[in-house]
C-alpha cells in the first residue's frame, strides 16, 4: 500500500515537473533584483493611469484576484510582455505607451506591481 502511494505521489511530481516551467511562478527572490523606488516612480507617471482603476480591462494594482494567475508566467514574461505590448482581453501598449522607457524602468515598475500583491 505504502509504496502505490509513494509511486501515486512521485507520478503526481513527475507530471508536475513537466508541466511547469521550474523557473515560473513569480516569488519574491524574483523581484528582489528590481528597484522598487524607482519602480513607484515611473509606475506613477506611466502605468497608473490604467492599473489603478483597472482601466480597459488592466488588472489592478493590489487586487490579489487580478494577478494570482498572471504570476503562473514567471516574471520574466510579465516584464517582457510589459516591453512588447500584448493584447487578449484588454490592450497593453508597449512599455504602458511610453516609448522613453527603459527595460529597467519597465521591469522596475512591474516589480512595483508584483510587491503590492505578493
Ligand atoms: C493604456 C492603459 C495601460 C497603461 C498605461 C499600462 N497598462 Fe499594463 N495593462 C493594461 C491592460 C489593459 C492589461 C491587460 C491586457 C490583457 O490581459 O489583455 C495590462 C496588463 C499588464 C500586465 C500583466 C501582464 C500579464 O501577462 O498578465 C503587466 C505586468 C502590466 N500591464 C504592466 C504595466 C506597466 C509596467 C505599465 C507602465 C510602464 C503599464 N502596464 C501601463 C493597460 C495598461
Not at 35 to 48: F, H, K, R
Not at 54 to 63: H, M, R
Not at 83 to 100: H, L, Q, S, V
Request: hydrophobic share 40%; with cysteine.
Amino acid at each position: 500500500m505504502g509504496r502505490i502511494i509513494s509511486a501515486l505521489t512521485l507520478s503526481a511530481v513527475f507530471v508536475l515537473s513537466l508541466g511547469l516551467d521550474a523557473h515560473a511562478e513569480v516569488t519574491a527572490a524574483d523581484i528582489a533584483k528590481y528597484d522598487l523606488t524607482n519602480g513607484q516612480s515611473v509606475y506613477n507617471t506611466s502605468c497608473a493611469a490604467c492599473h489603478t482603476n483597472g482601466i480597459l480591462k488592466a488588472p489592478k494594482t493590489g487586487a490579489q484576484a487580478d494577478w494570482t494567475a498572471r504570476f503562473a508566467q514567471g516574471m520574466n514574461t510579465l516584464v517582457k510582455k510589459s516591453i512588447d505590448g500584448y493584447t487578449a482581453e484588454g490592450n497593453m501598449p508597449a512599455r504602458g505607451g511610453n516609448p522613453d522607457l527603459t527595460d529597467k524602468q519597465v521591469g522596475d515598475a512591474v516589480a512595483y506591481m508584483v510587491k503590492q500583491v505578493l
